[in-house]
């Protein structure tokens, strides 16, 4: 794998009132376009548009399972694209980033479709509220014009995660293993 693919970001100059300006300026400078982030409060999903970022809990302020994108609870943090991700994350010492972009040296396996929860939905401002499920699970992911429709008589879950793994080879034995993963895109089946 190539050295230049995983870069250490610095991260140390995020405080609590700039760490969406800091997300801002990295999805413009690496051309970013997806957030999700994991907090103590829930999940957040986002997008940047115009080079500002607008996080479901904006867009749905009255569901109070989408909560603020704060430093304070916030755990770990990716921001991504087609052409890499920065994932952000929380230890002990302190804030860490790191990015990943494709070079065209790295070995790749196709894209891994992963399926999200939702067999139905609400579009609203570039958000689709999915909910899933008698027990109400909810999400709002940044894609619009998702088509739930299904000819099986299965639940239709149409969003779909792109994740991208990374190849690398042991010197001594020729091993192939999965060395590093990231997030890709968002799409509708």
Same mark, same amino acid.
């Given at each position: ?42 999940? &957040? ?16 302020? /009255?569901?109070? /399972?989408?909560?603020?994108? @704060? ?6 943090? *990716? ?18 980033? @790191? ?60 969003? @779909?995660?792109?994740? *991208? ?12 293993? &999965? ?11």
């Amino acid at each position: 794998m190539s050295k230049e693919l995983c870069k250490k970001l610095p991260a140390d100059d995020i405080l609590k009132d700039t760490l969406i300006s800091w997300l801002e300026q990295k999805a413009k400078e690496f051309q970013l376009k997806y957030l999700l982030a994991h907090a103590e409060d829930g999940v &957040i999903w986002g997008h940047f548009q115009d080079d500002k970022l607008t996080i479901a809990h904006s867009i749905f302020p /009255e569901i109070p /399972e989408f909560p603020e994108l @704060r430093l304070l609870t916030l755990q770990q943090c *990716r921001i991504f694209g087609e052409t890499g991700e920065i994932l952000l994350w929380q230890t002990d010492k302190g804030l860490k980033a @790191r990015l990943i972009q494709d070079d065209s040296n790295t070995e790749k396996l196709p894209d891994e479709v992963q399926i999200l929860l939702g067999t139905q939905g609400t579009e609203k401002d570039g958000f689709t509220l999915l909910s899933d499920g008698q027990q109400g699970l909810k999400h709002a992911v940044p894609l619009t014009g998702i088509n739930f429709d299904s000819d099986d008589k299965k639940q239709n879950r149409p969003v @779909r995660l792109l994740v *991208r793994h990374y190849i690398a080879y042991d010197e001594k034995t020729g091993v192939a293993r &999965i060395s590093l993963s990231r997030l890709v895109s968002l799409q509708s089946k």
